[in-house]
């Protein structure tokens, strides 16, 4: 479990640039008809490389990640995406996204991520081990998000979190 409440608020960054990291895959439903294209540009503009998108988020999650409360951590991608973490479940909900993209995986990612929020939000530090471990060890459509994450940050020179370096699953 993190040491304070800046590390869990760091790991709340860190998933917030995941789940609007595979958000940016929106272009594939708005391409089909699935969605109105109105409200999605900002997500549309990160890079389909995976790479290069992770590393279009890097500043954006490095800033959420300094932030004081859960709400101005989720306010930065809000402003810079156009789109909420609550809208983000709802374009996973999506049947599109579902048959596409394993949307149903990546809904529950958002929903713990959602969870651990609130767990930060509450101060109780029972709650935020618990929703950490839970959205530490959630697994995306092909794999554990510890590893994506851990993946990603190498792969950009960047400083992984301890939480993301250990055992998948754990």
């Known amino acids: 479990m993190p040491g304070s409440r800046q590390d869990a608020l760091s790991l709340f960054a860190d998933g917030l640039a995941l789940v609007y990291h595979e958000a ?4 594939h439903l708005l391409r089909g ?11 549309r503009s990160l890079p389909t490389n995976r790479v290069s998108a992770w590393e279009a988020i890097r500043g954006i999650r490095e800033e959420a990640a300094l932030k004081e409360s859960v709400s101005e951590a989720a306010r930065l991608f809000e402003r810079r995406f156009g789109k909420s973490l609550v809208d983000l479940v709802e374009l996973f909900r999506n049947p599109n996204w579902k048959h596409a993209y394993a949307g149903h995986a990546w809904m529950r990612v958002a929903e713990r991520l959602i969870d651990l929020a609130n767990a930060i939000d509450s101060g109780d530090q029972s709650l935020i081990g618990r929703a950490i471990e839970s959205f530490v060890g959630s697994r995306h459509n092909t794999g554990w998000i510890r590893d994506k ?4 940050d190498d792969e950009i020179d960047a400083q992984a979190s301890i939480h993301w370096l250990g055992p998948a699953g754990s």
């Not at 940016?24 to 272009?27: E, F, K, L, Q």
């Not at 008809?33 to 997500?43: C, R, T």
């Open 24 to 27: 940016r895959h929106v272009r």
């Open 33 to 43: 008809g699935h969605l109105p294209p109105e409200g999605w540009e900002q997500l």
């Open 149 to 152: 994450i851990a993946e990603f």
